[in-house]
């Protein structure tokens, strides 16, 4: 079966630095790669997906990815962080052995200093 | 925009009770999903129908159950609740059952508490 791995359940970044969100899956055939972000009080929604179209993948509020075969990663990064990119970020997978079935990872807490 | 509904947004059982989460979308997705979502464990998908009256077995379905009558409805139900079903409960839609890089459209989540 497919798998993510988030390494960081929580990660504190200041106001104009570097966000960089680790994801790791393991997967036998290619598979498709989601972020996900859950504000506070909210339900989750689609940051970005790879389904093998290109390999730097971009998304809203100024997010991107980048998948790497080599390093089965898929790390989700922004150049500048805001006080509202504060909330909690899933990795996902989608289970090639049954349609439709997506398999998130444990998340990580992003929290942004002033 | 596609939207999600789920029922309650805060729901308090005792033990033993039967629990019912609704959940209802509306935009004629053919696949809905249940996930529920504990700290340090992220989501875990619990069952998903992808047509009226299918269902399929998640990760963890031991002690739920489902029920989709309605394309536009799907209800999970606790038999017998338990504390160990504390949790944020999260409905899900995508539109194609064939496809497995659809994008989920979550509801705002069922935070239950079974005392």
């Known amino acids: 079966a497919q798998s993510v791995t988030q390494l960081g359940s929580h990660v504190s970044v200041s106001e104009g630095a570097l966000v960089l969100l680790r994801c790791n899956y393991s997967?036998?055939?290619?598979?498709?790669l989601f972020w996900y972000v859950q504000y506070p009080n909210q339900g989750l929604q689609l940051l970005l997906k790879?389904?093998?179209?290109?390999?730097l993948v971009k998304g809203i509020n100024g997010f991107e990815a980048e998948f790497k075969k080599s390093e089965t990663s898929f790390h989700l990064t922004k150049p500048s962080a805001h006080m509202s990119d504060a909330a909690e970020y899933f990795c996902?997978?989608?289970?090639?052995?049954?349609?439709?079935?997506?398999?998130f990872g444990s998340g990580t807490r992003l929290s942004i200093r002033p | 925009d596609v939207k999600v509904t789920q029922s309650s947004r805060y729901l308090v059982k005792r033990t033993g009770e039967k629990v019912f989460l609704e959940c209802v979308q509306d935009m004629d997705h053919e696949n809905m999903f249940w996930y529920r979502q504990d700290p340090g464990l992220g989501l875990r998908l619990i069952y998903f129908s992808y047509d009226v009256k299918m269902k399929e077995k998640g990760d963890i379905p031991e002690g739920y159950s489902v029920s989709r009558e309605k394309k536009e409805r799907f209800s999970l139900i606790l038999e017998s609740a338990s504390t160990n079903q504390t949790s944020m409960y999260l409905c899900a839609s995508s539109l194609y059952k064939a496809s497995t890089n659809e994008k989920l459209f979550f509801g705002s989540g069922t935070q239950l508490s079974v005392l």
């Open positions: 790879y389904t093998s179209a290109a390999t």
């Open positions: 996902a997978v989608s289970d090639h052995s049954s349609a439709s079935k997506i398999i």
């Open positions: 997967s036998s055939v290619p598979p498709y």
